[in-house]
């Protein structure tokens, strides 16, 4: 496995350069400090992993969908101070495959390599806790299905977003906007389709994330 580091901190670098030098078949083929760089690199690089953290200086999220773009079968695990969990949700949605704090065990900032080399998601507990406390599951997530394009929704698809996230059923849905149970679960499954997620809860996930609803309303009714 071929390695890329990624990080304007000399420092980090060497730590997860030195973490990374005890492990067999694996080998760090560059150092980057920068966006530019990194996208320089990979393209004179043969690279497999990528270990970035898109919060240093000289980085930014916008870098991963564009290193995905110019070789798709590259793996990305960031690896990040502390972030919200609207930033994580971002970065997944972006392309990162797997996610560690750098204040993780070295343990599993290791196992995070192994996996996400082997094709694997990887999230260390604290990020889990993070967007588990933001009742974001990412089980409900199809990050395949994410795309860096922008999506586009109907009018009509914005409206029934906000129905959904407010929990109406499909026929309740049908009723208010006088149209057919048919014509609901049509526009339903457009709408997983369009957003890239499975259930109703990646529905209602992207409601919150794009303001379509507010956050407030469940935590009044969680209370309640």
Same mark, same amino acid.
Do not use: W
């Given at each position: 496995?071929?390695?890329?580091l990624?990080? !304007?901190?000399? @420092?980090?670098r @060497?730590?997860?350069?030195?973490i #990374?030098s005890?492990l067999?078949?694996?080998?760090?083929?560059?150092?980057?400090?920068?966006?530019?760089?990194? #996208?320089?690199?990979? %393209?004179?690089?043969d690279?497999?992993? /990528? @270990?970035?953290? $898109?919060t240093?200086?000289?980085?930014? /999220?916008?870098?991963?969908?564009?290193?995905?773009?110019k070789?798709?079968?590259?793996?990305?695990?960031?690896?990040t101070?502390e =972030? !919200?969990? =609207? %930033?994580?949700?971002?970065?997944?949605?972006?392309?990162?495959?797997?996610y560690v704090?750098?204040?993780?065990? @070295?343990g599993?900032i290791?196992d995070?390599?192994?996996?996400?080399?082997?094709?694997?998601?990887?999230?260390?507990?604290?990020?889990?806790?993070? *967007? =588990?406390k933001?009742?974001?599951?990412?089980?409900?997530?199809?990050?395949?299905?994410?795309?860096c394009?922008?999506?586009?929704? !109907?009018?009509?698809?914005?409206?029934? *977003?906000?129905l /959904?996230?407010?929990? $109406?059923t499909?026929?309740?849905?049908?009723?208010?906007?006088?149209?057919?149970?048919?014509?609901?679960?049509?526009?339903r499954?457009?709408?997983?389709?369009?957003l890239?997620v499975?259930?109703?809860?990646?529905?209602?996930? $992207?409601?919150?994330?794009?303001?379509?609803?507010?956050p407030n309303?469940?935590?009044?009714?969680?209370?309640?």
């Amino acid at each position: 496995m071929k390695v890329v580091l990624a990080d !304007s901190n000399d @420092l980090m670098r @060497l730590g997860l350069r030195t973490i #990374l030098s005890s492990l067999p078949n694996l080998s760090v083929v560059a150092e980057v400090k920068n966006n530019a760089d990194l #996208l320089e690199t990979i %393209t004179s690089f043969d690279v497999n992993l /990528i @270990l970035i953290d $898109y919060t240093s200086m000289g980085f930014d /999220i916008d870098v991963i969908p564009k290193i995905i773009q110019k070789k798709p079968s590259l793996k990305v695990l960031a690896v990040t101070p502390e =972030q !919200s969990a =609207q %930033t994580l949700v971002d970065a997944l949605r972006s392309g990162v495959q797997s996610y560690v704090k750098k204040d993780c065990d @070295l343990g599993e900032i290791v196992d995070a390599v192994k996996e996400t080399g082997k094709g694997k998601k990887f999230f260390c507990g604290q990020i889990l806790e993070t *967007i =588990q406390k933001a009742n974001i599951d990412v089980n409900d997530m199809d990050f395949d299905g994410f795309t860096c394009e922008p999506v586009i929704l !109907s009018e009509r698809e914005s409206e029934i *977003i906000i129905l /959904i996230a407010e929990g $109406y059923t499909n026929n309740q849905i049908a009723e208010k906007l006088f149209l057919s149970n048919h014509t609901i679960n049509t526009h339903r499954k457009n709408i997983m389709a369009k957003l890239g997620v499975k259930n109703t809860a990646g529905i209602v996930m $992207y409601a919150v994330k794009t303001n379509l609803v507010s956050p407030n309303k469940f935590l009044f009714a969680a209370e309640n």
